[in-house]
C-alpha cells in the first residue's frame, strides 16, 4: 500500500487531532520567500545535499579517502596469502570452477550432551541449511547429503571406526558414479587434527561451515567495504589452525606455517585493520552528516535470507532494490530513503544477515559496518516464520545483536543497551493462519505479497515519535508566507487545511523535534 493511501486512512482517525495549537502571532520577522522548491532530493538526500561547486571540505576529504581506499586494495591480491589461505581453508578465487560435494551433517544423538538444549534444531534442519550453503555457490553441486549421529563432536577422528568404513564406502561408491571433489562437514570449525585426519581418510579436501561461508562471502564481495570486512574474517580461522597445528606438533609434516608465512599474515592484517580503521571513521563522519541533517535510522536485521531486503523494497518503493532467495546476498549496510505515514523521511539502512553454528568473531569483522545498526534509533528484526527452526533463528539473531551492541560499546555493558526492537515475521503468505497465532507483540506481514504494512508502518512511526524526541504539531501560518516555506523545508508536514476563523492563515500539521521548533520561534517569532 502507498505512503498516501496509508496518509489518508490515518488523516480519517484521531492520529492527526494535534493538539496544541501553536500560533503564529502577527509581529513575525518576515523574510523573503524563497518557495518549497528542492525540498529534498530522494535519491540522495541522506548522503550529499551540496551541490557541486558548493562541496565542504568534508566532502572532500570523504572522497579524498575513497580514492586512497581504492589505490590501497591492490594488496587483498596476494599469492603468497592465497597459498596460505587455501591450505588452511580449502577455499580458491576460482568460482567458475565446478565442485561435487558430499554434505556430511554431524549431530549429537543424545539431546542431554548437546551444547544448545535451550532451542532443540532437528539434524533435517541443519542439513537442509547445508545443502542450501553449497547451492549458494554456482557450479557447486550437492552429490549426496546424509545425517550423521555421533557421541561426541570433539573426537579426534571425528567419527567412529565403524562409521568412518561406512563412509569411506560412499565415497568410493559416489567416485564411480561422478567426479567427487570435495567433502562438506557441516560443523562451525574443525580443528586441525579433525581436518587433516579427514582428508588422509578420505583423500578429498574438508570444509567447514566457516570456510563453505568465506567461500560464499568472496563471491558476494562487491564493494571495497565488503572486500576488506571478507579478507579480515579469514584471519582468524587461519590463525586458529595454525595454532592447533603447533599444538599437535605436525611441523615435521610440513603443516605448521613457516616464519614468512606468519609475516605474511600479521602484515596483512596489519594493513587490513589500517583500512577498516578509516572505514569506521568515514563511516562515523556519513552518520554525524546524517544526524546533523535529523534524518531518523531504521536498522533491519535478520538471519540470512530471512527478507530484510524484500522488506525494504516494499517500504520504500525502491525500483532499483533487487531482493535474491540466497544466503548472504546481501554485505553491504546500504542506506535507503523511505517515508512514515506523518510523511517523515527516515532512512532504511540494510544489513548482512546471520547465520548459526559460526564464530560470533565472523561477523565481528563486519563491525565497521554494522555499527550503522547498533546506532540506530529503532531496529526492525525480520523472521522467516515460514522456516522450521524460525525460534531458533530469532534466538541466535538476538544474542548475536546483544554481542555485537557489547562490542561496539567498548566492553561496557552498562552503555551496550540495543535500541528499540520491532519484531516482524515475514512470509507469512506460505503458512496457515493458525501458525500465525502468537501471544507476542509482532507483526505479521509478507513482504512479497505486501500485506501487514500498514499497522507496520504505524508501529516504526510510534516508536520513531518516541525515539527521536519528535512530536505532532498543529500550527497556524501566513497563507503563502516564509513560515509556511520553512516547515516544508525542515519539518515533515502532514496536511495543510484551510483556517476557518481566518482566510489569510493556514492550519499545518506537522511533526518536528524539539530542536526545529526552537529554531523556528528563534526566526519568525518575537
Not at 255 to 284: F, G, H, S
Not at 367 to 391: F, G, K, N, R, Y
Request: proline letters at 4%; charged letters at 25%; hydrophobic letters at 40%.
Amino acid at each position: 500500500m502507498s505512503a498516501l493511501r496509508v496518509l489518508a486512512r490515518l488523516a480519517s482517525t484521531r492520529t492527526l487531532q494535534i493538539r496544541p495549537i501553536v500560533e503564529i502571532p502577527a509581529r513575525c520577522k518576515y523574510t523573503q520567500h524563497q518557495g518549497v522548491k528542492g525540498i529534498r532530493n530522494r535519491k540522495s538526500f541522506f548522503e550529499a545535499q551540496i551541490q557541486a561547486g558548493q562541496r565542504s571540505e568534508e566532502d572532500e576529504d570523504l572522497e579524498r579517502t575513497a580514492s586512497s581506499e581504492l589505490a590501497d586494495m591492490r594488496f587483498l591480491d596476494d599469492r603468497a596469502y592465497d597459498e596460505v589461505a587455501g591450505g588452511a581453508m580449502r577455499i580458491t578465487r576460482d568460482i567458475a570452477s565446478s565442485q561435487q560435494v558430499l554434505i556430511l551433517q554431524p549431530y549429537v544423538k543424545w539431546a542431554a550432551k548437546r551444547q544448545n538444549t535451550s532451542v532443540d534444531v532437528r539434524p533435517e534442519d541443519q542439513l537442509a541449511e547445508a545443502s542450501a550453503l553449497i547451492h549458494s555457490l554456482p557450479n557447486w553441486q550437492v552429490a549426496r547429503a546424509l545425517k550423521v549421529p555421533l557421541e561426541s563432536l570433539e573426537k579426534k577422528t571425528l567419527f567412529g571406526s565403524g562409521k568412518l568404513v561406512e563412509l569411506k564406502e560412499l565415497v568410493a561408491e559416489l567416485r564411480q558414479e561422478r567426479q567427487l571433489t570435495c567433502l562438506f562437514v557441516s560443523k562451525g570449525t574443525l580443528s586441525f587434527a579433525q581436518k587433516r585426519f579427514l582428508e588422509a581418510e578420505f583423500r578429498l579436501p574438508v570444509m567447514d561451515r566457516y570456510s563453505v561461508v568465506i567461500q560464499i562471502l568472496r563471491l558476494h564481495a562487491t564493494s571495497a567495504e565488503a572486500k576488506l570486512q571478507v579478507a579480515m574474517a579469514e584471519l582468524p580461522y587461519i590463525w586458529a589452525q595454525a595454532k592447533d597445528a603447533s599444538v599437535t606438533q605436525t611441523r615435521r609434516q610440513g603443516y605448521a606455517l613457516t616464519d614468512l608465512q606468519k609475516e605474511i599474515l600479521r602484515t596483512r592484517e596489519r594493513k587490513l585493520r589500517a583500512e577498516l580503521d578509516r572505514v569506521r571513521r568515514q563511516r562515523q563522519l556519513l552518520r554525524q552528516k546524517r544526524k546533523q541533517q535529523n534524518y531518523p535510522i531504521v536498522a533491519v536485521v535478520g538471519y540470512t535470507n530471512a527478507g530484510k531486503t524484500s522488506l525494504i523494497k516494499a517500504l520504500t518503493v525502491e525500483d532499483a532494490l533487487q531482493p535474491r532467495n540466497q544466503l548472504f546476498a546481501t554485505l553491504d549496510v546500504t542506506a535507503h530513503a523511505g517515508c512514515l505515514p506523518c510523511n517523515l523521511e527516515v532512512i532504511y539502512m540494510d544489513t548482512v544477515g546471520f547465520m548459526s553454528d559460526l564464530p560470533t568473531g565472523l561477523f565481528e569483522c563486519f563491525v565497521a559496518t554494522l555499527e550503522d545498526a547498533m546506532l540506530a534509533d529503532v531496529i526492525l528484526h525480520v523472521q522467516d516464520l515460514s522456516h522450521p527452526c524460525h525460534a531458533a533463528q530469532r534466538s541466535h539473531v538476538e544474542a548475536t545483536l546483544r554481542s555485537l551492541a557489547f562490542n561496539v560499546a567498548g566492553g561496557d555493558s552498562t552503555a551496550s543497551q540495543l535500541p528499540p526492537v520491532i519484531n516482524v515475521y515475514n512470509k507469512c503468505d506460505l503458512v496457515s493462519v493458525e501458525a500465525q497465532s502468537s501471544s507476542d507483540p509482532v507483526h505479521h506481514i509478507s513482504a512479497r505479497a505486501q500485506t501487514g504494512l500498514e499497522p507496520l508502518l504505524v508501529d516504526i512511526e510510534q516508536q520513531i515519535l518516541s525515539a527521536t524526541g519528535r512530536r505532532k504539531l498543529q500550527m497556524r501560518v501566513p497563507s503563502g508566507g516564509p513560515e509556511m516555506a520553512w516547515l516544508y523545508k525542515n519539518a515533515a508536514v502532514v496536511e495543510t487545511t484551510a483556517d476557518e476563523e481566518n482566510p489569510e492563515r493556514l492550519m499545518m500539521h506537522v511533526v518536528i523535534s524539539q530542536r526545529t521548533l526552537d529554531q523556528f520561534k528563534r526566526q519568525f517569532c518575537r
